[in-house]
């Protein structure tokens, strides 16, 4: 079996979205023919925490760790002490409306003295590391996955001491990110990260991108060849029936579900005015409305809920296991998917949008109606992306929804999802893995 090398920050214990695409790769990589060696931090900074995806790891997998110094934690302790609330310092300490003189004092610092992340200061200790390591353990490919950015920094260096080919997975964009902007930082640091990106582009053997749009943007700045390998959702998580009771019924909620990371920027201001309008107007609709949301949630986003008169019909469950957060998407009326009110939103494709599409439940999402995930949603026939401002659309959705809702008859067609299958997507990165290999 051959052995691939993959530097991620993210790996469970810790939970959230940046975990499971690595863990899943790494879950059918044996069936393959490639051996996952997993190299991660042994206290990173944990935001969740979920100890069920440990039974996704194949026995097959060899980890490393080794510790991190970082400053986060005490930017956290400085912040609360500060006054500010958890959800400010945990759920959007990045691009958080209405920063205070501190957090933007924070960021100033964050953004010019830790380049390229706050997770800068494990480079070189881990090169070190892993130059002697592989020594003694060889691989025959190296994978970087990023964000944090800095892992890619860690993947350059080590492909140069050790001339193996190397694969930049990028989970996200890098200067084009939507927070790029936001990190206060001065023109030199700037012409720094771009040098950086355009470095890690360049001599890499190959570049992932998750979305089209990055692919393209990518490929334009690199003559490195850029694939494009999406995020995805397992089969095995998913039950191969659908759930019958979410097509509705007379007499059964109507339950509108969002979950994983919900921040203030990407608040749906208006879908709650059309919601708590169509409360006031129908009696049966407020009795059997509610609003679950699944994962960690800016308080801003419960706050307009609550402001909108719709606080009864608030059901906020918090951070839950991967596993319970499916079960309760399945068995959803209507699933949410707001985007950040960032016009580089428009290329990302979050990773819940696949676990959404396999729930085989309508989805409404809120953003760019131009971009990548409206791509997606049009392709599949499971949804539709209308603007943040667009009030008759998003009224025009809810209330076919709602009828269709009282008959038992809210479904979506079907589709062939099975691109997105991580049994299929790790198939393919294999054979990027045999291709780097052989160049």
Not at 251 to 256: L, R
């Amino acid at each position: 079996m051959k052995r691939v090398l993959i530097i991620s920050y993210y790996w469970p214990p810790t939970g959230g979205s940046g975990v499971q695409r690595w863990v899943k790769f790494a879950k059918y990589l044996p069936s393959e023919g490639w051996q996952p060696v997993i190299y991660t931090p042994e206290n990173p900074e944990q935001l969740a925490v979920d100890t069920t995806l440990e039974a996704e790891i194949p026995q097959e997998a060899e980890i490393i760790k080794t510790r991190i110094t970082e400053p986060y934690e005490l930017y956290k302790k400085f912040l609360r002490r500060s006054g500010h609330s958890k959800e400010a310092v945990e759920v959007n300490p990045v691009n958080a409306q209405n920063k205070s003189f501190v957090q933007k004092a924070a960021m100033w610092v964050r953004g010019n003295f830790f380049r390229p992340d706050p997770r800068c200061l494990w480079i070189r200790p881990s090169v070190r590391f892993l130059e002697k390591y592989l020594k003694e353990h060889p691989v025959d490919l190296i994978v970087s996955t990023g964000p944090p950015q800095s892992m890619h920094l860690i993947g350059m260096k080590l492909a140069r001491k050790t001339g193996l080919p190397w694969i930049a997975d990028f989970r996200d964009p890098w200067t084009r990110i939507f927070y790029f902007k936001h990190l206060c930082m001065t023109s030199a640091t700037e012409r720094w990260h771009k040098k950086m990106e355009k470095k890690v582009l360049d001599e890499a053997t190959a570049v992932v991108a998750v979305s089209p749009l990055v692919q393209q943007e990518f490929q334009s700045m690199t003559q490195t060849p850029v694939e494009l390998i999406t995020n995805g959702f397992d089969e095995c998580d998913f039950s191969a029936e659908r759930c019958v009771e979410a097509a509705g019924g007379e007499g059964t909620d109507f339950v509108i579900t969002h979950t994983g990371l919900f921040a203030a920027d990407g608040n749906p201001e208006t879908l709650w005015d059309v919601l708590a309008e169509k409360c006031r107007k129908d009696i049966e609709f407020h009795r059997r409305l509610k609003i679950k949301l699944i994962g960690k949630t800016d308080e801003q986003i419960t706050a307009s809920i609550d402001k909108a008169g719709l606080k009864e019909n608030l059901v906020d469950m918090g951070y839950q296991p991967h596993s319970t957060a499916v079960e309760e998407q399945r068995k959803a009326s209507l699933l949410i998917l707001p985007l950040r009110k960032e016009p580089e939103y428009k290329a990302v494709l979050p990773g819940k949008l696949f676990e959404y599409l396999a729930s085989w439940r309508p989805v409404l999402g809120i953003g760019q109606t131009d971009g990548a995930m409206s791509m997606i949603l049009n392709n599949t026939k499971t949804g539709f992306v209308l603007d943040w401002e667009d009030r008759a659309s998003i009224k025009r959705f809810i209330d076919y929804c709602w009828e269709k809702h009282k008959k038992g008859e809210l479904t979506v067609d079907d589709a062939d999802l099975s691109q997105f299958t991580r049994r299929n997507l790790t198939h393919r990165m294999a054979e990027l893995f045999e291709k780097s290999t052989k160049s």
